[in-house]
């Protein structure tokens, strides 16, 4: 699996050729979503986008963490975590790509 990363500029570009705005306006069109987005979830809203998943921002309460190198016990102090929670649609539609890209290659037979 290659390791890409999609930037805001890529995304700007995608709006730019799928719909026809200027880049300009693309640019800010996506920077306004994104920025929507932010701001929501610093409220503590949930944002849900149908057919791709829900962000929500959770509470973690304090615990006991161990330093891994010492083993020594440090407490954990209680924040607030950033969870995103695919739809079954995005989780299906990965699974086709994945399933294509198995049946591309030659399996040995089993014996």
């Known amino acids: ?5 999609v930037t805001r500029a890529q995304l700007s570009e995608a709006v730019y050729q799928e719909v026809g705005l200027s880049r300009n306006e693309s640019a800010d069109l996506v920077e306004s979503v994104l920025d929507e987005i932010s701001d929501a979830l610093a409220r503590g809203e949930m944002v ?3 057919s791709f998943g829900s962000f929500q ?9 161990r330093n891994p190198k010492t083993g020594e016990e440090v407490p954990i ?3 607030r975590v950033l969870v995103f929670r695919a739809s079954h649609v995005l ?3 990965i699974n086709e790509v994945q399933d294509a890209a198995d ?4 399996k040995a037979p089993a014996p």
């Open 91 to 93: 989780k299906n539609r």
């Open 48 to 50: 849900k986008i149908s």
């Open 103 to 106: 049946a591309g290659r030659v």
């Open 77 to 79: 102090l209680p924040r």
């Open 57 to 65: 921002v959770r509470q973690k309460g304090q615990r006991i963490g």
């Open 1 to 5: 699996m290659t390791q890409n990363t």
